[in-house]
């Protein structure tokens, strides 16, 4: 199995989910993670923002704000079925989406923000995922959506049963709910339900989110054969370079095995000098190159 750093897009797009994430542990914490708002204008205004993100270096491409019953992908010609195989061809990186497990009863800190059934985490839209030939799915919440880590445990299981590919479970701030956003239990709820990634804050993104925490949850969930994804989802993600790097080293040190970063800049993507800057950070120029340089045709 080769390490997705390293890997063609002819054999990146030929692995199920459990090689998958073998070829991201292979890569020992060299893997990122690039979010975009999907359905938005993007930064170049005849490609979409996947394309971009790419191009910067991105090893997997996580699509938020898209209604899986009614998507809508900014820069694309697809139909409702075909979104993700158009993408697949366009950018040869696995394709993920973000469902939002939204828990009526959360106790608020902020308004609440009503989105679609096709946004959320349920029955149809999780039985959608296969069919749209998706490879992650990422269960979490967007700011005031009311997502709760308690949703997310149950949206884990019930997504285990429904679909095929890589499962990543948690918060990246606290998505309007009044409860902390990251800790080693609700690590170990969520790897006990079955997800493949856990999601935590990157340390520097959540106020008493620290180091300490961070290494804690990564020796849990790695001791039970998971893996581990710090995002940026804070908006800090449009902060400048030495911020970003700062960020990426901290949380490499920790032992993450794949780095997020979020969709806070122009047109609903980083922007493009941060995607580069985390890859440059943590893996250097050489598989930077290797990443933006190699033909989606290999």
Known sequence: MKRLISANTSEILAMNAAELKQSIKASEGRVILSENVAPRESFIGDITNAEIARAFGAD???LNCVDVLNPEIFGLEHDRDNFVSELHRLTGRPIGVNLEPVDTEAQMLE???DIPVGRQLNTETAKRLDELGFDFVCLTGNPGTGVTNEQIEAAVRLTKELFSGLVIAGKMHAAGSDE???DINTARKFVEAGADIILVPAVGTVPGFDEADLKEVVKEVHRAGG?????????QESSDTDTIKDIAIRNKICGVDIQHIGDAGYGGVAPVENILAISKAVRGVRHTVSVIARSVNR
């Not at 893996?227 to 908006?235: E, F, N, Q, R, Y």
């Open 180 to 182: 902390p956003v990251a």
């Open 227 to 235: 893996l581990v994804l710090s995002a940026i989802g804070t908006s």
């Open 111 to 113: 308004d609440r923000l």
């Open 60 to 62: 997997m491409i996580l």
